[in-house]
């Protein structure tokens, strides 16, 4: 799929001197030079608003972290108990010292505060861009980013958010505050995982073939699937029944980020076209977090929204389906998204128990700056906080990558962050072989959990020296399964279009997921929730791939796929009754 690409306007800051107020500070940086592709377009006015968010260090995220694995191992005792939001708000809400020692030194500076997040985690306020450089000890400059296709005025440019080169808060409140935002992370333009879109007919795969090995296959379908994958030729893959879903209390969520809109007219088409089986009428329900809408206007769908719902509906049939619409184009950003995102399934009453999302960006373009690991780092544990409430969150895993200044390969995040499920990409059906774009790597953000040992020290003594120095063997590894994801047909404003990317194979795999729920909430059982632990305790409920690579967006082949786990498939593609099995159905 292609790559939708927005200018951000950024905020270049440099040091001041130290304000009247005599204290020690602690400055935040960025790398000397600025990330690939932006470029400075000018200052804002002093009187520019800026909405600023404080992130503040929870009570205990290894608790949290601890609890998490504990309601999600198959075999433990708390299998299933999932955390309710007050159970996890007292592992994941800050500490009264924190809020009262960081509350205390903005309201010295005259800067009301308002607490917001999921459970107070922040402090958020709202100022001049003249009172934030007294602030933060900074001065703040405009940017662009120079690839961008869109044209727009410079003040479009200046309601995209601010963003930071340097700044300074107070040294002694460094033990309370994880991140400032925004500030140095300079996040590039938002990516969709996947690689491109085409129209019909459908053109030859370029994965490369490769025979002689032998291993366990998905199930037999007809000829046609090599060059088109409907909902039918999933179904006769990975055994995904067409019988509807009973139980309505099972729902399925499906995220949109920065106005990718779905038509309910493009789903009804393609419905009628490749679900035929199936009610036309059948649709979504709508669900607005900061301010997301779903207009249906002819023209203003997306390919990604409406490969998101056709492969959610059309395959989990009867699963009720919301549609997490998040943020505003050229009002929020990537990060602010994800944490809106976090928030909404952290407390709503009755969150999706499957939630599918696919964008992303390589952990390459965020290496330059110290702040942008740790907006991941927070961002991760709010996604940690959803998944112990008994959510499987699935996100594409996106390409392996190399980063801005180095030949070193990266993962994609938020599909790196060790509390969801990374989905990579296969094509093929004699066999299913990895897709060449599909993720392969190891996080340098995050470390390896422990649910991946045994498979990753088992991988690693395969791999030997092959791309030693380019990968940090330690870190969170991904993806952890996969699923088809060229050739797949979807209707978009009233065309027949082809997508490809791994953005095709989350929300596939989020359907298999919601059928193997609606069994066990039928049978009185708990949801898989956050499904690795079971993952990589069950890889017999996957058909393992073990041919193609995925050299991805560099030159050479990141890694092969192999027997077993591997960083291109994971474990390999879904086994529906395998799946059901494992879950003790």
Known sequence: MGILQIAAALCLVFPLQSTSKALALHIRQASESLPQGFVQVGPPSNDTPIDIRIGLQASDNAGLEQKLYQVSTPGSAFYGKYLSRDEVKSYAAPSADSVAAVTSWLESQNVSVARTGAFGEYLSISI??????????????????????????SSTLETWGLYTYAYSIPEDLTQHITLVHPTTAFAPPLKRNGRKTTFYPASKSNSARTTGKVATRANPAPASCETLVPPSCLQSLYGIPSTPATQKSNTIGVTSLESNWAEETDLQAFLTEFRPDMSPNTTFTLVSVANGTNPQVSGDGSFEASLDVQYTIGLATDVPTEFISVGQIFVTNFFSDLMSLAEYLSTVDNPPQVVTTSYGVGEGFLQGSQDSIDLAIQVCNSFMAASARGISLLFSSGGCTAGTTNASLFPAFPSSCPYVTAVGSVTGISPEIASNFSTGGFSTFFSRPSYQDTAISSYLAKLGSTNQGLYSPNGRATPDIAAQGENIPIITNGKQVLELGTSASSPIVA????????????????????????????????????????????????????EGWDPATGFGTPNFDAIVAAAGL
């Open 128 to 153: 001049p861009v003249s009172r934030a450089n007294e602030l933060l000890n900074a001065k703040y400059m405009n940017f662009t980013y120079a690839d961008s296709t869109s044209a727009v005025s």
């Open 511 to 562: 359907s298999v997921i919601s059928l193997v729920n609606d069994k066990l909430v039928q049978a009185g059982k708990p949801v898989l929730g956050f499904l690795n632990p079971f993952i990589y305790s069950n890889p017999q409920a996957f058909f393992d791939i073990i041919n193609g690579s995925n050299p991805g967006l560099i030159p050479s082949d990141c890694f092969d796929a192999v």
